[in-house]
């Protein structure tokens, strides 16, 4: 099982990224997909989660209007959408999921002018 995350870096408050999260070594569709955050000196959040069976979606209340998750199962890949981003969406952001509840090694954001 392998997490890839891509599609971090740095931008200025109000802007957009979006995250990307490859997924090998396992039937990607048929799992929740998930992404979480950490940044320095707290814990790890969860973000964003995507229900493999019923499509329906959560997120952290912070997020809620402006990041969306979404998957290709063709591409075995899961997105984090994320718009006009605040300094304190600063985090590396990690995505989850598979069998083993795997975690990528994590994509690092930075919300800064």
């Known amino acids: 099982v392998q997490l890839v995350e891509s599609g971090g870096g740095l931008v200025q408050p109000g802007g957009s990224l979006r995250l990307s999260c490859a997924a090998s070594?396992?039937?990607?569709?048929?799992?929740?997909m998930s992404w979480y955050r950490q940044a320095p000196g707290k814990e790890r959040e969860l973000v964003a989660r995507?229900?493999?069976?019923?499509?329906?979606?959560e997120y952290l209340d912070s997020v809620k209007g402006r990041f969306a998750i979404s998957r290709d199962n063709t591409e075995n890949t899961v997105y984090l959408q994320m718009n006009s981003l605040k300094p304190e969406d600063t985090a590396v952001y990690y995505c989850?999921?598979?069998?083993?509840?795997?975690w990528g090694q994590g994509t690092q954001v930075t919300v800064s002018s």
């Open positions: 070594g396992f039937i990607f569709s048929i799992y929740t």
């Open positions: 989850q999921g598979g069998p083993l509840h795997s």
């Open positions: 995507l229900n493999s069976n019923s499509g329906s979606t």
